[in-house]
């Protein structure tokens, strides 16, 4: 008989495919780079990274209110916090660690694996 859940399985030593699931609807889709920078972050920090947003399907993606052009869409971006570490911390150290596009918002980082550079 098969055991487990659709997607959940690990990635990297610390990050699972679920966790980058849309919320709407469990589909995913996800660059290997973005999971592997992150993997990165996680170690640099010693703490857990949790995803609050991975990928986006175009529904879900305009009901949030993301970007018609979201990497979200593209498996490219993720919604990250780190408990106990401010959001402008992160995004430093997102930055330092190859993050190409950075975000900062009250409680949360977006970051992405965009060519070219990006910060906001
Ligand atoms: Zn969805
Ligand atoms: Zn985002």
């Avoid at 990297?12 to 972050?41: I, M, T, W």
């Avoid at 593209?74 to 992160?90: F, H, P, Q, W």
């Avoid at 330092?96 to 009250?106: E, K, W």
Wanted: glycine residues 12%.
């Amino acid at each position: 008989m098969a055991t487990g859940e659709v997607n959940d399985f690990p990635l990297s030593d610390n990050f699972r495919l679920r966790e980058f699931q849309c919320a709407c609807c469990g589909q995913v889709k996800l660059h290997p780079y973005l999971v592997q920078r992150l993997q990165a972050l996680r170690e640099r920090l010693g703490r857990p990274v949790l995803i609050n947003s991975g990928y986006r399907c175009k529904k879900h993606n305009a009901a949030v209110g993301g970007a018609p052009q979201s990497l979200h869409l593209e498996g490219m971006a993720a919604d990250i916090r780190v408990a106990g570490i401010a959001a402008s911390k992160l995004g430093h150290l997102s930055e330092a660690l190859g993050f190409t596009g950075i975000g900062i918002y009250p409680g949360f980082v977006h970051v992405d694996i965009r060519p070219g550079k990006a910060r906001w």
